[in-house]
């Protein structure tokens, strides 16, 4: 749930970085934190294990800039994405507004993504929120190792789509990020599927890392509009 | 594309909850009161926090009250209606408001926990009646909040031209 805060002209949003454990969540926000102005973000806080694995979240607000004269602060966090760790994930969740899947592309991780995406969906759930109707992207991270799986199957994969049931959104919406591909499109079946958009990272290198960020902002900012 | 999910907060209702924080902030021995949503976000401060980086500060209050929520569930209760964090010098104080957002009252040594939660409990009555208020407006669609953003589609756009 966006906050306009009318009184202090800012409008505070809350974007969650959810995935696999080791997917490289922490490593996007800390990849934000070190190119970011440091007048444009705050303290990046972990709460991690002393093995540096995320125990409950990691935070990092992050400024804009302005819209409409009103400041846009961004509250990005990760979660844990180790299985055990579900009580604090579905915390994080709380009034979230966006969305990033971080997914591991290496091939040995597929089902624990897969798991991963169905964990999410089924938290969300639980506070009311539907992710096929929520600012939500995805990024498939780790695209330098050898045993990275084709996007075309992490797409298959995690990313199928959803039938769009509403007439006036049953047609072609091209995706802005990846030429030639659709976000909206009609299966050989002939139903109309939506795909959430998708971002390949190496998020160590930052390579993806603010293409993602900056996809899922918007997707929320524009949804208030 | 997603359902616009916000809450607003007007302009009279953050001078309310100003006025509702700044009578719990003035009290002896408190340094500052904050009101936060259960996701972290700030939503009005009063007092002095200087050296206190509130955004974060914010967002651990708000995660600490949830697990204790969860922890109170896990052992048959239904949450906890008050926290506090006793410590050498500063002390926390965190207070639900109607399930939606928790009132954090920082203080020193020389402020009596009890005193605080006697102050912090008048102070939720009426945080909680003002918030109920705006929640009531935002889900109306009532005022002007919902069409802050509408037709900023473009502004939108330059914002992420970087």
């Known amino acids: 749930m966006s906050m306009i805060n009318y009184a202090s002209r800012e409008i505070n949003c809350k974007i969650v970085y959810y995935g696999v454990g080791l997917g490289g969540k922490t490593t996007n926000l800390e990849h934000v934190y070190g190119k970011v102005k440091p007048e444009t973000r705050g303290k990046l806080i972990s709460l991690a294990t002393e093995n540096e694995r995320t125990l409950f979240f990691d935070f990092l607000p992050v400024d804009l800039g302005t819209v409409r004269g009103f400041r846009t602060r961004f509250h990005l966090y990760t979660v844990p994405g180790q299985v055990y760790y579900n009580a604090s994930r579905k915390l994080i969740l709380k009034n979230v507004d966006g969305i990033v899947f971080v997914g591991d592309s290496q091939r040995e991780r597929l089902e624990a993504n897969q798991e991963s995406m169905q964990n999410l969906y089924d938290n969300l759930q639980e506070y009311g929120y539907d992710l096929t109707r929520m600012p939500f992207v995805i990024q498939y991270n780790k695209r330098d190792l050898p045993n990275a799986l084709p996007v075309a199957e992490l797409q298959a994969a995690l990313n199928p789509g959803w039938p769009v049931l509403d007439p006036a959104k049953q047609r072609v919406a091209p995706d802005p990020y990846h030429a030639g591909e659709n976000l909206v499109d009609q299966s050989g079946t002939g139903e109309w599927i939506e795909r959430a958009p998708h971002f390949e990272a190496v998020a160590i290198r930052g390579d993806g890392v603010f293409d993602t960020l900056k996809a899922v902002s918007k997707q929320v900012l524009k949804a208030l509009a | ?162």
Do not use: K, Y
Not at chain 2, 29 to 38: E, H, I, K, S
Not at chain 2, 69 to 80: C, I, K, Y
């Open chain 2, 1 to 162: 594309m997603a359902e616009p999910r916000q809450f607003a907060v007007s302009a009279e209702g953050g001078r309310e909850l100003a006025e509702h924080l700044s009578a719990l902030a003035a009290a002896s021995g408190v340094r500052c009161a904050l009101l936060v949503d259960r996701g972290g976000r700030l939503i009005e401060s009063s007092g002095s926090a200087d050296g206190v980086d509130l955004l974060a500060f914010a967002s651990l209050a708000a995660a600490d009250f949830n697990a204790n929520e969860q922890l109170a569930r896990l052992v048959g209760a239904r949450g906890f209606r008050a926290l506090v964090h006793r410590g050498d010098r500063s002390s926390v104080h965190v207070a639900d408001v109607g399930g939606n957002a928790v009132l954090i009252t920082l203080f020193d040594e020389t402020a009596a926990p009890g005193m605080v939660g006697r102050l912090a409990d008048e102070v939720v009555e009426r945080v909680a009646l003002t918030l109920d208020t705006m929640a009531s407006r935002s889900a109306s669609g009532q005022g002007t909040e919902q069409s802050l953003l509408a037709g900023a589609e473009e502004e939108i756009d330059r914002l992420f031209d970087w």
